[in-house]
C-alpha cells in the first residue's frame, strides 16, 4: 500500500483530536485501523470484498447499485440513514455475524 501524503489524514487528525479518549482511541487505530483512500467506488467494494467485515456501512447516495457487488460482509447497512448500533440494537444480529474476515467462507446464522 502506499503511503499518504500527511494533508489526507487531517480530517481524521482534527477527529480524534476532539475525543475524550484520545490515548486509548490512537492506540486502538495504530494497532488495529486502517485508513484507505481509493480513487473510486468499485475498488472500495474490492477492498471490502477481501477484508470481509463483521459489518459494512454502504453510506452513498446510491447503496443497491453498490450492494450487488459485495459478495463478503456479516451485516450490510444501506445507506446514510442506516449505522452498525441501529442494526446491532435494532435487529440483534451481532452475536451471530462471522467476524475477522470469516464471511468469506461464513454465513450469518439466518
Request: with cysteine; hydrophobic share 45%; aromatic share 2%.
Amino acid at each position: 500500500m502506499q503511503s499518504l501524503k500527511s494533508n489526507a489524514l487531517e480530517p481524521t487528525q482534527r477527529e480524534l483530536a476532539a475525543l475524550p479518549r484520545l490515548e486509548l482511541t490512537s492506540a486502538s487505530l495504530g494497532e488495529y485501523g486502517v485508513i484507505a483512500i481509493v480513487a473510486d467506488l468499485e475498488h472500495a467494494v474490492q477492498i471490502a470484498n477481501d477484508i470481509a467485515p463483521e459489518h459494512l456501512e454502504l453510506a452513498v447516495a446510491e447503496p443497491l447499485e453498490l450492494l450487488e457487488r459485495v459478495e463478503n460482509a456479516g451485516c450490510i447497512c444501506l445507506g446514510h440513514m442506516t449505522s452498525v448500533p441501529l442494526a446491532d440494537y435494532a435487529a440483534g444480529p451481532s452475536h451471530v455475524l462471522p467476524t475477522n474476515g470469516t464471511a468469506r467462507f461464513s454465513s450469518p446464522l439466518s
